[in-house]
Nanobody, 126 residues
Framework: QLQLVESGGGLVQPGGSLRLSCAAS????????IGWFRQAPGKEREWVSC????????NYAGSVKGRFTISRDNAKNTVYLQMNNLKPEDTAIYYC???????????????????WGQGTQVTVSA
């Protein structure tokens, strides 16, 4: 059974850091482009970042560029999202997703992704 599981969310003060993990079971993450998305209450799902499967190239939404870093650990079959200098507006449920089609680069379009995790809550508040 193909499964993605996010972890690492929690409550953090503004300016703090969290590292989210996206662990896969039943398939090899290296064979997929991986994206991170988030959804805040009352708002639409928002693309955050992604990493390609071909050359590990990365992309970031403007709102997180310079603060968030996406990376892979192939030995652990896990993708990470390091989040620094967190702001209250980063509060959301964060989801990772796997795209089996895109070979070069990675997509910011959520419908491109085939498999999704259950999400992990990130709350940034004083």
């Amino acid at each position: 059974q193909l499964q993605l599981v996010e972890s690492g969310g929690g409550l953090v003060q503004p300016g703090g850091s969290l590292r989210l993990s996206c662990a896969a079971s039943g398939f090899i993450l290296l064979d997929y482009a991986i994206g991170w998305f988030r959804q805040a209450p009352g708002k639409e799902r928002e693309w955050v970042s992604c990493i390609s499967r071909s050359d590990d190239s990365t992309n970031y939404a403007g709102s997180v560029k310079g603060r968030f870093t996406i990376s892979r650990d192939n030995a652990k079959n896990t993708v990470y999202l390091q989040m620094n200098n967190l702001k209250p507006e980063d509060t959301a449920i964060y989801y990772c997703a796997a795209d089996k089609i895109t070979t070069y680069g990675c997509s910011s379009w959520y419908r491109q992704y085939d498999y999704w995790g259950q999400g992990t809550q990130v709350t940034v508040s004083a």
